[in-house]
């Protein structure tokens, strides 16, 4: 069965620094683009983070450029968030999320809470 | 940034009752191949996002035929023929042609 698993959600104060994981199972994962998508609290959906499946390829919405760095490690089925310098508006919830072929996985999501 | 625009943003629908949710998108979706960028998702109250329909108007496995989208350029339309009471949730639409991958505001569907 196909699985994702994401982790390490936390309160982190502004400014503070956070790195999220997500585990895949029972798909290729390193035939898989991997994204993160967000959704802040009663809000909608935004794509935040997106990458190759060799890792060559990153792409980044503007509100996170510089402060967040996507990566994968294949050897270990796994997506990485770094996320640095972190803003109250980053509060959400991070969902890890697989495209391949005609396939579309999402994870449970991993809650991220910036505040004071 | 490709601007996608749902509407409405609020639907009451009762039971048995066909709905339709229509998504604009401020530029066209059509790739080179003439296949059209867009997907739909459909989120039930306290669970992940799960993508209904892919390529506008393809029917992701295990998702019930009363599910149909259609549309093409920048017109795109999400169809349910006759609502469920697990059809209730939010429906996003989103583009993938042009990074960054845009949403629409989601529409909310609940029952009557």
């Known amino acids: 069965e196909m699985q994702l698993v994401e982790s390490g959600g936390d309160l982190v104060q502004p400014g503070g620094s956070l790195r999220l994981s997500c585990g895949a199972s029972?798909?290729?994962?390193?035939?898989?683009?991997m994204s993160w998508v967000r959704q802040a609290p009663g809000k909608g959906l935004e794509w935040v983070a997106h990458?190759?499946?060799?890792?060559?390829?990153?792409y980044y919405v503007d509100s996170v450029k510089g402060r967040f760095t996507i990566s994968r490690d294949n050897a270990k089925n796994s997506l990485y968030l770094q996320m640095n310098t972190l803003r109250v508006e980053d509060t959400a919830v991070y969902y890890c999320?697989?495209?391949?072929?005609?396939?579309?996985?999402w994870g449970q999501g991993t809650l991220v809470t910036v505040s004071s | 940034d490709v601007v996608m625009t749902q509407s409405p943003l609020s639907l009451p629908v009762t039971l048995g009752q066909p709905a339709s949710i229509s998504c604009r998108s401020s530029q066209s979706l059509v790739y080179s191949d003439g296949s059209t960028w867009l997907h739909w998702f459909q989120q039930k109250p306290g669970q992940s996002p799960r993508r209904l329909i892919y390529?506008?108007?393809n029917r992701d496995s295990g998702v019930p035929d009363r599910f149909s989208g259609s549309g093409s350029g920048t017109d795109f339309t999400l169809k349910i023929s006759r609502v469920e009471a697990e059809d209730v949730g939010l429906y996003y639409c989103m583009q993938y042609i042009q990074w960054p991958h845009t949403f629409g505001q989601g529409t909310k569907l609940e029952i009557k």
């Open positions: 029972g798909f290729t994962f390193n035939t898989y683009w």
């Open positions: 390529k506008a108007s």
């Open positions: 999320v697989g495209w391949g072929g005609f396939a579309n996985y």
């Open positions: 990458i190759s499946p060799d890792g060559s390829a990153k």
